[in-house]
């Protein structure tokens, strides 16, 4: 006897990328070595492994914008929920009203290796990326960027691999002020009839 099938709800169209959240959300750095930015990034996916490739989602009219047309360079900082606040002032104010929103929202510039932009020291790791391309849909574009580089917080970067072992809680957006922290890896196995 089989199980009934689960009731489900219809959802507005509008709301149905929430459905395909709760993506990690990222701290993405601009800068020209004078003058930088960050803001909140939630729309953000790896791309391809080798070389490494992730895109990102900009808003077009945001104040950092700009930035990656001039120096086709961004870098990429990974928070953990401990900085969920930053994280939401870094999405919510611009940086045409706040000049230092690294100092604004309590955050440590750490110098980068390959780019010019600035990545965030607190967050668990950081990724150095050049624009390969941009795809324009509009008020907004896609970016697509290849990783120069990457750093990673020992204790909880393993191989490449996330270990929450050390209190890790990836923080990921589910949207305007809700965000929801991932605290566990579980490894699955295939079912066998």
């Known amino acids: ?8 709800i219809p959802v507005a169209l509008p709301d149905t990328y ?3 959240n709760p993506g990690l959300v990222v701290l993405v750095t601009v800068g020209d070595r004078e003058t930088d930015n960050l803001l909140a990034v939630t729309w953000n ?29 961004l870098g990429i900082s990974i928070p953990d929920a401990s900085l969920a606040d930053a994280v939401l002032g870094c999405g919510s104010v611009s940086g045409r009203k706040v000049p230092d929103k690294f100092a604004r929202f309590g955050l440590t510039r750490q110098p ?14 950081n990724l150095e990326c050049r624009v390969c391309q941009v795809v324009d849909l509009g008020a907004s574009a896609l970016v697509l960027s290849q990783v120069l580089a990457a ?9 490449g691999h996330y270990v929450f ?20 890896a579980i490894t699955a196995q295939v079912p066998r009839r």
């Open 45 to 73: 996916m790896p791309i391809r492994k080798d070389p490494g490739m992730v895109a990102l989602l900009l808003g077009k009219r945001h104040h950092s914008y700009p930035f990656v047309e001039r120096t086709g360079e």
């Open 151 to 159: 750093v990673a917080d020992p204790r909880h970067v393993k191989k």
């Open 112 to 125: 980068a290796t390959r780019i010019k932009a600035p990545l965030v020291s607190e967050c668990i790791a």
């Open 18 to 20: 929430r459905l395909l």
């Open 165 to 184: 072992d050390d209190g890790l809680r990836l923080l990921h957006h589910l949207s305007g002020k809700r965000f929801c922290a991932s605290s566990e």
């Open 1 to 8: 006897m089989q199980d009934a099938p689960l009731e489900k």
